[in-house]
């Protein structure tokens, strides 16, 4: 598609921000919701679940709502899942049970399923390859800064009232009009003639999508509690630091497109990982709260490269035929690996401490690293 408008660049830039949103809106009112529901057994980890359980919802039925979508139209899918996302997302403003709560945001997640899936296909409808890695390069830098604003703004009404955070996601509302009138459907030839197995080749990529999202989504589900609880620091301060590291995934974004023309994209994989083991394991050093100002920037950074490597690697492996459906599995292995971190994470938690468990991930990563650089060398 040539000759795409201004405004229609901004739409599609504006419905992928409210994927990065999905979560990190509320991320700083949990400490705050585990305060109001001191009544509830397991508490600690029910609200780590109000972070994730979107995740799970769109794990689940991810690869089911890319052949929906397919059927159904882009167009028509996003336009249902702008309003259902302000309606679910919301609902943290009135709900006052912990179940009901869990539950709206299952719900929030096949929104965000939906957008994710139909945000991503476009843009491989739209550009050509030089062009999508130059487009997602902006489009991972404006999901980062949309976070920026939406974990500052959480923060800063999370400590008037955790309930008010919630009210951020009555943002989709508004972007209803865009969608309706500058979305243009890309139709794809030979519609009947589609194949629905999965290409083979992609299922390393699924796996290193997983991986990379279990290892990133340690910062959003720990370093919270760890600032609030450990440094008492406030919820906005709290914000500050994450919206640091939603920056710094902005620059790490735009960077992707250079290293691109240098490095292939599993190089440019480990060059992130080793960024993020890095940062981890400073964060196991950290004895003064600001210090999280330099540990932040890394993680954010090298979380920004590998995020958008990761989408340019899924779409340079499908077909225009494929996009959607492939588009589906990939968002289902990003976010399994969302809704595992805090599980598989938190039995190690409990034993090491928030602290002391950063440290652990950080150098077992950078282990990792090397013990793949070495096997790499002596096999070429």
Known sequence: ????????????????????????????????????????????????????LP?????????????????????????????????TGSAGLYLDSIQMLLFSRALFGVCVATLMIVSTSLIGDYFKEQNR?????????????GGVVFVLGGGVLSDISWRYSFGIYLIGFLLVPLAITQLKEVIVK????????????????????????????????????????????????????????????????????KLKARFSYSSIYIIGLTIIAIG???????????????????????GGLMMTNMTAWMLSKTSAKKRVKTSGYFTSALFLGQFSSPIVFHPLVNSLGVQSFFFTIGISLLAIIGSILVYIKNKY
């Open 133 to 145: 890695h130059k487009f997602m390069g902006y489009q991972s830098a404006f999901m980062a800064l």
């Open 1 to 52: 598609m040539e000759n795409i408008k201004k405004l229609t660049i901004l739409t599609l830039l504006l419905i992928a921000m409210t994927t990065s949103m999905s979560n990190v809106a509320i991320v700083t009112a949990l400490p705050h919701l585990k305060e109001y529901f001191t009544d509830i057994a397991n508490i600690e980890f029910y609200s780590r679940l109000m972070l994730t």
């Open 280 to 302: 981890f394991s400073g964060v196991g050093f950290i004895n003064h709260i600001y210090f999280f100002f330099l540990t932040s920037p890394l993680l954010g950074f090298g």
């Open 190 to 257: 030979d519609e009947t003639q589609i194949d629905i197995e999965i290409n083979s080749r992609m299922y390393y990529i699924y796996f290193l999508a997983f991986f990379y999202m279990l290892i990133f989504f340690i910062l959003p589900t720990q370093i919270p509690f760890l600032i609030i609880e450990t440094f008492k620091a406030s919820g906005s301060f709290a914000g500050t630091i994450i919206a640091l590291a939603f920056l710094s995934n902005a620059l790490g974004a735009i960077s992707f497109p």
């Open 55 to 87: 995740s799970l919802a769109i794990a689940l039925l991810a690869p089911f709502l890319g052949h929906l979508i397919f059927k159904f139209g882009k167009k028509r899918a996003v336009i249902i899942a702008l309003i259902s996302f302000s309606l």
